[in-house]
Nanobody, 123 residues
Framework: QVQLVESGGGLVQAGGSLRLSCAAS????????MGWFRQAPGKEREFVAL????????YYADSVKGRFTIYRDSAKNTVHLQMNSLKPEGTAIYYC????????????????WGQGTQVTVSS
């Protein structure tokens, strides 16, 4: 089992920045693919970014490409999502997830989920 705890959400003005963190505990010795997803009010959860289980290859949704950066701190079993130039449409609950696969884009490929952290972007 892997436990994931997100932090770093909050209220920010449009154009601002936030850094989300996802701390993993439990059986973290594997090469998990780590992803971030978000769910806006009244909408389905959507993929935001991932970092592969080996090599650290990253992949982003088109809507955040160039503004968000996902990176891993392996020594601390933590994955971060640096979000810059935030837009009001980025208001959502952001979830961290882990997949036993090396590469996973779809949420049904992820096996472990955090509880989420709220990000609100005001216009």
């Amino acid at each position: 089992q892997v436990q994931l705890v997100e932090s770093g959400g909050g209220l920010v003005q449009a154009g601002g920045s936030l850094r989300l963190s996802c701390a993993a505990s439990g059986r973290t010795g594997g090469s998990y693919c780590m992803g971030w997803f978000r769910q806006a009010p009244g909408k389905e959860r959507e993929f935001v970014a991932l970092i592969s289980g080996r090599g650290g290859t990253t992949y982003y949704a088109d809507s955040v490409k160039g503004r968000f950066t996902i990176y891993r701190d392996s020594a601390k079993n933590t994955v971060h999502l640096q979000m810059n130039s935030l837009k009001p449409e980025g208001t959502a609950i952001y979830y961290c997830a882990a997949s036993v696969s090396i590469w996973a884009i779809h949420e049904d490929e992820y096996h472990y989920w955090g509880q989420g952290t709220q990000v609100t972007v005001s216009s």
